[in-house]
């Protein structure tokens, strides 16, 4: 089995963890995982990625990798995979990792799936997996029939392995192909997010999301107040963000980024279907909105009926006292 | 520049979604098929690229059955795409995202040096495997989550950003290029009248099955195998919470997180 793992900030990223902790799942006591890293120099990160529960990892460095994007690494990871020749190979299901998929399956041969959140222990005949489609309104059980197969898990879904107190061996190599091929695209920039602080809205565990019942820009602060004592990223439905009273970068729903988190809090949402759609598989969700006939209440777990303006300042203290601070 | 879109016919938002008689797929029986979410993204920014640079023309590229591939190309034209092809495949054939590439790249054709533009993901499936297969099948870089794509006239280069984990990347491309497109924020242009019915006389170039079975070989055959397509239990409604004062109900809702539905550290 090999794991590829990917760096943010010079750090290992946590759904890295959870493939690993995947692989040693489906792969059963025997399973030998390796860990790949194919990316910029990178000492804390590969060390850290080598203390993450693998039996070794393989690390591919060079300063150019720093300005690609993954296509570019997908064939220095392609070239890896056939001499280590896994049957399985498990990338963190990130906009990284997710690009890294398709490309894999085509170089490598294999077959693809992405955003799986279940995968039946290894056996002889065809990989078995789970996905959810239609923005979590389904579910799809699927069978990946070759010797070879590239999977992307979902984030958040799989409990992280345990980190081992030992590091794997690593074994270094220079970079063989070109890191960057001619006019390949090239990274130039980078604003971190608008919302700065706290976690990502695709990654985060806990999303606190607001709508137009907040009424003002200025108003909103209630709701990232209640994001910040809950440590949870902050969204935003599209009236929010169509009104510029937050960046688009935080509208959640058919237009804007889908989430899957632990727990939702939808404040001042009525649930319209293109909400929806973006936020209906999170595992918990709670609505809080004055009109006890929203259509949020039907797909919500918990529901208060209310006035967000007191609601929420009230949770938010409710919260920080059961959290101690 | 030669801009190609590739785009898929997915149900519309509002799709009661209900599994076949073999509880594999989805029933399409009834359902409404469109261009939607993340490739009307795509087309709008073709679109977009073409009005902005000269001598472009945007060809669009579906690989589906009949007659939705066809419905929703007609849709790409009367929105101002310039030609259309259909790589058409029985309508029992369960494609997969690699497969589907494969059938894009064949028609596609030759050695390519445009720019292709699809959805960072299906509108049904959400896989965001076609962009990567479809750049490794044609041998050109690939990148997905992208919006705002500019060309730079005098360099001759692509800029666009892609919206991932953490913030805003800023990326420089020459072509060829093939980049699956995040929702455009701003709402993508409607056809108008006379375009849509122009739209239903519109040539479009047909690729039958046979003829791309004929150039994939053994290719032809999906790599992913759908078992099952299973809806969640309905929800069936909020656990509402009565409450005497604003203290009172978030004291509660935070005892039900923590000991009822055990999210709450
Ligand atoms: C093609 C298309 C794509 C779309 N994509 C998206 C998308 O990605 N994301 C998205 O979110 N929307 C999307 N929409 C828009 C969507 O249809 C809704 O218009 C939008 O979600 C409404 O946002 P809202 O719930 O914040 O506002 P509203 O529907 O206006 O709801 C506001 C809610 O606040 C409540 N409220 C008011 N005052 C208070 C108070 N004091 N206390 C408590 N509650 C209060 C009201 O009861 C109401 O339920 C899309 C629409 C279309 C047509």
């Known amino acids: ?325 | 520049m030669e801009i190609v879109v590739a785009v898929k016919p997915v149900p519309e938002a509002e799709t009661r979604l209900r599994p076949d008689a073999s509880h594999a797929s989805l029933d399409p029986e009834g359902v409404k098929f469109v261009l939607a979410g993340y490739d009307e993204s795509a087309v709008e920014q073709a679109l977009l690229l073409k009005e902005s640079t000269v001598g472009s023309r945007v060809r669009v590229l579906s690989f589906g059955p009949a007659p939705r591939t066809e419905e929703v190309l007609r849709a790409a034209v009367a929105l101002g795409c310039d030609s259309a092809t259909w790589v058409e495949h029985p309508s029992d054939l369960l494609p997969d995202a690699v497969l589907s590439a494969r059938c894009i790249a064949t028609a596609i054709a030759g050695p390519f040096s445009g720019l292709v533009l699809c959805g960072r993901q299906s509108g049904d499936e959400e896989g965001g495997i076609f962009a990567g297969a479809l750049g490794a099948l044609l041998k050109v870089p690939s990148l997905g989550y992208a919006t705002n794509l500019r060309w730079k006239e005098p360099r001759g280069q692509l800029t666009l950003q892609r919206s991932i984990e953490g913030g805003l990347e800023e990326v420089e491309s020459s072509l060829p290029l093939v980049v699956g497109l995040q929702q455009a924020w701003n709402d993508p242009r409607t056809a108008k009248l006379p375009n849509i019915l122009k739209s239903r006389k519109a040539a479009i170039e047909k690729i039958p099955w046979e003829a791309t079975v004929a150039t994939l070989g053994p290719h032809a055959i999906p790599g992913t195998v759908r078992r099952t397509f299973r809806l969640p239990p309905p929800r069936t409604g909020a656990k509402m919470i009565r409450y005497d004062s604003p203290q009172d109900a978030a004291a509660q809702l935070v005892r039900l997180l923590r000991e009822e539905a055990k999210v709450f550290p």
Do not use: C
């Open chain 1, 1 to 325: 089995m090999v794991v590829v793992a990917e760096l943010r900030d010079g750090r290992l990223v946590e759904p890295v963890r959870e493939a690993i902790g995947v692989a040693r799942s489906i792969g059963g006591a025997g399973a030998t995982v390796i860990g790949v890293y194919v990316g910029p120099p990178a000492s804390e990160g590969v060390g850290e990625f080598s203390r993450a529960g693998l039996d070794r990892v393989v690390a591919v460095e060079g300063e150019p990798f720093a300005r690609t994007t993954s296509s570019a690494r997908a064939r220095t990871v392609a070239e890896l995979l056939r001499e280590l020749a896994p049957r399985v190979v498990l990338l963190a299901g990130t906009s990284e990792g997710r690009d890294l998929a398709g490309r894999l399956a085509v170089e490598w041969e294999a077959g693809v799936a992405t955003n799986v959140t279940a995968v039946e222990p290894l056996a002889p005949g065809p990989i078995q997996l789970t996905r959810p489609i239609f923005g979590g309104r389904a579910t799809q059980g699927l069978e990946l029939p070759g010797e070879r197969a590239v999977l992307a898990l979902r984030p958040h879904t799989f409990p992280p392995a345990a980190a081992s107190a030992d590091a794997a061996p690593v074994e270094r190599r220079a970079p063989t192909l070109p890191q960057v091929p001619v006019g390949a695209p090239t990274m130039t920039g980078f604003t971190a997010s608008a919302t700065g602080r706290g976690p990502d809205l695709a990654e985060a565990s806990i999303v606190v999301s607001g709508g137009r019942g907040v009424k003002t820009p200025e108003n909103f602060a209630i709701v990232e107040a209640l994001a910040e004592s809950l440590g949870a990223a902050v969204g935003a439905s599209r009236a929010v963000t169509d009104a510029g009273w937050r960046p688009s970068s935080l509208q959640v729903g058919q237009t804007g980024k889908s989430v899957s988190p632990q727990l939702y809090i939808a404040i001042g949402i009525s649930g319209a279907i293109q909400h929806l759609v973006g936020m209906v598989s999170s595992r918990v969700i709670v609505a809080i909105n004055s009109d006890a006939q929203a259509p949020i209440f039907k797909v919500a777990d918990y529901g208060i009926a209310g006035d967000l303006f007191q609601l929420v300042p009230a949770l938010t203290a409710e919260v920080r006292r059961v959290r101690g601070r």
